[in-house]
Antibody, heavy 118, light 105 residues
Framework: QLQLQESGPGLVKPSEILSLTCAVS??????????WAWIRRPPGKGLEWIGS???????EYNPSLESRVAFSIDTSKNQFSMTFNSLTAADTAHYYC??????????WGQGTLVIVSS | IQMTQSPSSLSASVGDRVTIACRAS??????LAWYQQKPGRAPKPLIY???NLQSGVPSRFSGSGSGTDFTLTISGLQPEDFATYFC?????????FGGGTEVVI
């Protein structure tokens, strides 16, 4: 059974950089059939797709966030990561990593709450 | 692509038939998925390609539609179905979600 697990700080100060990592187990991140995504949900709001990365390093970002976000992938460790800069309180959210394939987004991590506050 | 979901909230009882609508601002063929989310939990995939059930999802869940108009139907609401439901278009980047429908008792 595929599992995804996010890790990173729960509290970040405004203007600092957020780094999150998603460890994938039970399957290979080098699958040619899948993309690996980051999605967030601010408190009281809906879900927002941040972007995705392919095992070869190809990326797609949400244009609304593209100037502040960057993805990377480490196939040797079976994990992928996100850095997010210029944080404000509006970036407080549950952040999820997920897998996207022929069945759309079919696996999600449990999510990690990131609070942006001084 | 904007995804408009309705209603934003609905009240229902166990055993009821519930229908949730999702409308895309442009045609997305059948590239529409549905998710269920409970507080503090990750979204659970329900439906992909508008009408296909994900593995392990009860048959009381069904999806229909193509182009711009889609529906999620729960036939015979169960206590564990009280949650928030989201649609997702994965036809074109950036992927976009509907605003969500909260199903309450």
């Amino acid at each position: 059974q595929l599992q995804l697990q996010e890790s990173g700080p729960g509290l970040v100060k405004p203007s600092e950089i957020l780094s999150l990592t998603c460890a994938v187990s039970g399957g290979s991140i080098s699958s040619s059939l899948h993309y690996w995504a980051w999605i967030r949900r601010p408190p009281g709001k809906g879900l927002e797709w941040i972007g995705s990365i392919y095992y070869r390093g190809n990326t797609e970002y949400n244009p609304s966030l593209e100037s502040r976000v960057a993805f990377s992938i480490d196939t040797s460790k079976n994990q992928f990561s996100m850095t997010f800069n210029s944080l404000t309180a509006a970036d407080t959210a549950h952040y999820y990593c997920a897998r996207r394939g022929q069945r759309s987004i079919d696996y999600w991590g449990q999510g990690t709450l990131v609070i942006v506050s001084s | 692509i904007q995804m408009t979901q309705s209603p934003s909230s609905l009240s229902a009882s166990v055993g009821d038939r519930v229908t949730i609508a999702c409308r895309a601002s442009q045609g997305i063929t059948n590239d529409l998925a549905w998710y269920q989310q409970k507080p503090g939990r990750a979204p659970k995939p329900l439906i992909y390609s508008a009408s296909n059930l994900q593995s392990g999802v009860p048959s009381r869940f069904s999806g229909s539609g193509s182009g711009t108009d889609f529906t999620l139907t729960i036939s015979g609401l169960q206590p564990e179905d009280f949650a928030t439901y989201f649609c997702l278009q994965d036809h074109k980047y950036p992927l976009t979600f509907g605003g969500g429908t909260e199903v309450v008792i």
